[in-house]
Nanobody, 123 residues
Framework: VQLQASGGGLVQAGGSLRLSCAAS?????MGWFRQAPGKEREFVAA????????VYADSVKGRFTISKDNLRNTGNLQMNSLKPQDTAVYYC????????????????????WGQGTLVTVSS
């Protein structure tokens, strides 16, 4: 299964972007991670396949919304009120098998990774 992330770009602070992740095959839970220049990759948001429950990093809570269409094997990350510190390469990730009553928040929870899409927020 391959993941294709898209939707990144340049936006001013306070603006919005919507990232998408399309899977070439069946996937389950999905997560988004990001890596800023000179920093390690960090968790952003995740959604469970089984019940749609979500988890967000504190830094994006209330501003970002993750969603997933299980029938179409696509996912989205709606990002509002963007800040310069949100600038990073954003990666989508997906599970190969279903996890019940658990939302993955670490990289090791995921089997498939997209290539990343760059988000740049100017001040």
């Amino acid at each position: 299964v391959q993941l294709q992330a898209s939707g990144g770009g340049l936006v001013q602070a306070g603006g919005s972007l919507r990232l998408s992740c399309a899977a070439s095959g069946r996937t389950y839970g999905m997560g988004w991670f990001r890596q800023a220049p000179g920093k390690e990759r960090e968790f952003v948001a995740a959604i469970s396949w089984s019940d749609g429950s979500t988890v967000y990093a504190d830094s994006v809570k209330g501003r970002f919304t993750i969603s997933k269409d299980n029938l179409r094997n696509t996912g989205n990350l709606q990002m509002n009120s963007l800040k310069p510190q949100d600038t990073a390469v954003y990666y989508c990730a997906a599970e190969r098998s279903p996890s019940f009553l658990r939302v993955g928040i670490v990289e090791q929870d995921y089997d498939y990774w997209g290539q990343g899409t760059l988000v740049t927020v100017s001040s």
